[in-house]
């Protein structure tokens, strides 16, 4: 079983490697073999290279994420609510999103899943 404490600290990982705008910090945190779903319903991208091309194309627009309240740990699961300042097709756009990261008990991910939708999306400039 992963260390909580170690779960807590990949999320805010994942978070500042966004600010640093350092894919390969948060490719770094997810076992050769993991997969990310985001959002939750579209194709995920399997293993570190995909996972590695996602977040590179992912922090071309920009993406910060800022924590919404504490990471919840439940067993190998972290959860926490967050939102992302971006900008799509030459608009600043803020979404509201929860993860879950799951960890292997080398506190690895092995699977991170997005919940947002539409109503998730708000354009502001």
Do not use: W
Not at 59 to 87: D, H, W
Not at 93 to 114: L, N, P, S
């Amino acid at each position: 079983m992963p260390d909580p404490a170690d779960m807590e600290a990949a999320v805010h990982e994942y978070v500042a490697a966004f600010a640093a705008n350092a894919p390969e910090r948060v490719a770094a945190l997810f076992a050769d073999d993991a997969t990310v779903e985001d959002p939750v319903g579209s194709p995920p991208h399997v293993g570190r290279e995909a996972i590695l091309a996602f977040y590179t194309a992912s922090m071309q627009t920009g993406a910060k994420l800022k924590l919404e309240g504490p990471v919840r740990i439940c067993g190998p699961y972290a959860a926490f609510a967050f939102s992302v300042l971006l900008n799509l097709g030459g608009k600043d756009m803020h979404v509201d999103v929860i993860d879950t990261f799951r960890f292997d008990d080398h506190g690895k991910v092995i699977e991170m899943r997005a919940y947002f939708g539409p109503t998730n999306m708000h354009g502001f400039s």
